[in-house]
C-alpha cells in the first residue's frame, strides 16, 4: 500500500529529528449524518444555505434548531468545524425575522473569536436580512460608536469582561436591548473553568437578574469542544437547566497525532532530556520547508515570540509566512495577523490559547 504524503514526511521527521521514542495515534475517518429540519425556518435561509453550498443540515445541527424552537436551553458538544456555529444562528436569525425588535447576547473568551464569528454572521445577515443589524462591542469598540451600537444593534457580540465593565453597570441605558432579549449564546463554553469560570458563572446570574427586571428570560444556547461533562457543567455556569446535544453529523478526515518524546542527553555529570521547544523549532523548520500549514500552540506569550524570532532567524524567508499570535498585540496588528492566516499568505503560526478557541482557518 502506497504511504500518504502526511506518513511519509512523519518518516521523514523520524530521520532528521531527535527523539527517545515516538508513538502515533491513528483515527478513521467519518462521513457525515444527514437529517432534515421538523420545525420551520424561514425559507430566506435557503439562500443563504445555498450560496455556502449547504444541502442538508448535520444531523446535531438540526437536533439543536429543534430543542430551541421547543423554548429549551441547550448544549451542543462536537469537534471542531463541525458547524456548532449554525446551530444557534439559524435560530437566533430565524426569530429576529419574525420579530424585528428582538435582541441577543453573544458571549466569547477572545475577542479574536468574536471577530471570526462576526464576519460569518454578517455573510449570513447579508443574503437573508440586510435590516438586521449586529456589531461587535468590545475594548476595541470606538467609544463614538457605542451609543449607536447600544441604541440599534439586534445581534451584540462581546465577552464577559465588556459585559462587566461597560454593560451590565449602565443598564438603564441598555433598556430597550433587555427588555427584548431573546438569546444568549455562550460560545466555547469549556473555557469557562477554575477562576475565571467562577467569575463568568456570577456574572450571568447578574444579567439574568438584570433580564428579569426588564420582563424578559433568554434563553441560553452552549457550545462547547468535547468535554465529558458538558450538560452539568453548563447548568453549574448559568444555574439554569440543559439539554445536552452530543451526536455529532459531522464528517472528518483521518487524523494522525504524534507524541514526540525528546531524547536523553549528557549535561556535563548529569542525564537530561533534550529541551522540547527546541525539538519544536527543528519538526516546525521542516514543516515550512514543506510548505504545510501549520499552527503550534505555547504555553507562554514569551515561548511564542522565542519560537517565532529563531524561525524567522534560521529560516530567512518572507515576513508573513511565519506569524506570532498572542494577547498585547494592538487591534490593527491582530486583524493584519488574522487576514494573513485566512488568505493563506501565513504558513506557520505560533500562539498562545488566544487563538485556540474556535477560530475557524479551514486551511490550518
Same mark, same amino acid.
Given at each position: 500500500m502506497?504511504k500518504?504524503d502526511?506518513e511519509k514526511i ?5 530521520l532528521?529529528?531527535?527523539y527517545?521514542s ?7 475517518p ?7 429540519c421538523?420545525?420551520h425556518?424561514?425559507?430566506?435561509f435557503?439562500?443563504?444555505f445555498?450560496?455556502?453550498?449547504i ?6 445541527q438540526v ?5 430551541i ?8 458538544v462536537s469537534?471542531?468545524a ?17 420579530d ?5 447576547l ?12 462576526y464576519?460569518?454572521?454578517s ?5 437573508t436580512?440586510?435590516?438586521i ?7 476595541d469598540?470606538p467609544?463614538? &460608536? /457605542? ?5 440599534q444593534?439586534? +445581534?451584540?457580540?462581546?465577552n464577559?469582561?465588556? $459585559?462587566h465593565?461597560?454593560? @451590565?453597570p449602565?443598564?438603564?441605558?441598555w433598556?430597550?436591548?433587555?427588555k ?5 449564546v455562550?460560545?466555547?463554553v469549556?473555557?469557562?473553568r477554575?477562576i475565571?469560570?467562577s467569575?463568568v458563572?456570577l ?6 437578574r ?6 424578559s428570560v433568554?434563553?441560553?444556547?452552549c ?5 465529558a ?8 455556569l448559568?444555574?439554569?437547566?440543559f ?11 483521518k ?7 525528546p ?5 556535563? &555529570? /548529569?542525564?537530561i ?5 527546541? +525539538? ?6 521542516? $514543516?515550512?520547508?514543506?510548505? @504545510? ?9 514569551s515561548?511564542?515570540e522565542v ?9 530567512d524567508t518572507?515576513?508573513?509566512r511565519i ?5 498585547g498585540y ?7 495577523i488574522e487576514r ?6 501565513t ?7 488566544a ?10
Open positions: 502506497q500518504s502526511i512523519i518518516d521523514h521527521l523520524k532528521i529529528v531527535p527517545e515516538i508513538h502515533i495515534e491513528n483515527i478513521n467519518q462521513s457525515a449524518v444527514f437529517d432534515e421538523k420545525k425556518i424561514n425559507p430566506v435557503y439562500n443563504y445555498e450560496s455556502k453550498n444541502i442538508d443540515l448535520y444531523v446535531h437536533e439543536v434548531i429543534n430543542e424552537f421547543k423554548k429549551k436551553n441547550v448544549i451542543i469537534k471542531t463541525s458547524g456548532k456555529t449554525l446551530c444557534f444562528n439559524i435560530p437566533v436569525v430565524n426569530q429576529i425575522l419574525s424585528i425588535s428582538a435582541t441577543a453573544y458571549l466569547f473568551p477572545t475577542k479574536a473569536l468574536a471577530q471570526d464569528q464576519k460569518t454572521l455573510e449570513m445577515l447579508l443574503v436580512n440586510q435590516n443589524v449586529c456589531n461587535i462591542y468590545d475594548g469598540t467609544k463614538d &460608536n /457605542r451609543i449607536k451600537i447600544r441604541n444593534s439586534n +445581534i451584540i457580540l462581546s464577559p469582561d465588556m $459585559l465593565y461597560a454593560i @451590565l449602565y443598564h438603564t441605558h433598556h430597550r436591548f433587555f427584548n432579549i431573546k438569546f444568549l455562550l460560545d466555547e469549556h473555557a469557562y477554575g475565571f469560570g467569575h458563572g456574572l450571568i446570574r447578574r444579567f439574568m438584570i433580564c428579569k427586571h426588564y420582563g433568554p434563553q441560553i444556547i457550545a462547547s469542544a468535547t468535554i461533562n458538558a450538560k452539568s457543567h453548563a447548568e453549574k448559568t444555574d439554569s437547566p439539554t445536552l446535544v452530543e451526536k455529532d453529523g459531522a464528517p472528518r478526515g487524523k494522525q497525532f504524534l507524541i514526540w518524546n531524547p536523553i542527553i549528557s549535561m556535563g &555529570n /548529569r542525564k532530556r533534550k529541551a522540547s521547544q527546541e +525539538i519544536g523549532i527543528q519538526i516546525l523548520g521542516i $514543516l515550512l520547508e514543506k510548505r @504545510l500549514k501549520t499552527i503550534c500552540f505555547a504555553r507562554s506569550r515561548s511564542v519560537i517565532s524570532s529563531t524561525l524567522k532567524q534560521i529560516y518572507d515576513k508573513d506569524a506570532a499570535y498572542r494577547g494592538l487591534p490593527l496588528e491582530r486583524r493584519e494573513n492566516l485566512f488568505e493563506g499568505q504558513d506557520i503560526v505560533i500562539s498562545t490559547n487563538l485556540e478557541l474556535g477560530i475557524d482557518i479551514g486551511a490550518l
